[in-house]
């Protein structure tokens, strides 16, 4: 069973949005932080947005102002509303769960390409 998997992804031009969603197999209340990551060919992994359980959001610098991260805990799902995308946003994101005592859970990932 996929644990986590995302959707959303696609070929978008310059200055355009996309929402990228994460449907979870299990309540997402149970998972301490959730998050995006992406990564861009030849480049490491990096994280995007990161949301604490009942608490804060976090965003790499690079998406800030752009991106929003947001949960619909009724559908135990995750969301990411890119906004303003830029050709250097093109990656392959990755949607996370993390929680104490567990291995953390990765999504197989969904392909975003923005160009014109």
């Known amino acids: 069973q996929v644990q986590l998997a995302e959707s959303g992804g696609g070929l978008v031009q310059p200055g355009g949005s996309l929402r990228l969603s994460c449907a979870a197999a299990e309540s997402i209340q149970r998972f301490a932080i959730m998050g995006w990551y992406r990564q861009a060919p030849g480049k490491q992994r990096e994280v995007v947005a990161t949301?604490?359980?009942?608490?804060?959001?976090n965003y790499a610098e690079s998406v800030k102002g752009r991106f929003t991260i947001s949960r619909d805990s009724t559908k135990n799902t995750v969301f990411l509303q890119m906004n303003r995308l830029k050709p250097e946003d093109t990656a392959v994101y990755y949607c996370y769960a993390g929680t104490y005592g567990r291995a953390p859970l990765w999504g197989r990932g969904t392909q975003v390409t923005v160009s014109s």
């Open positions: 949301e604490i359980s009942g608490g804060s959001s």
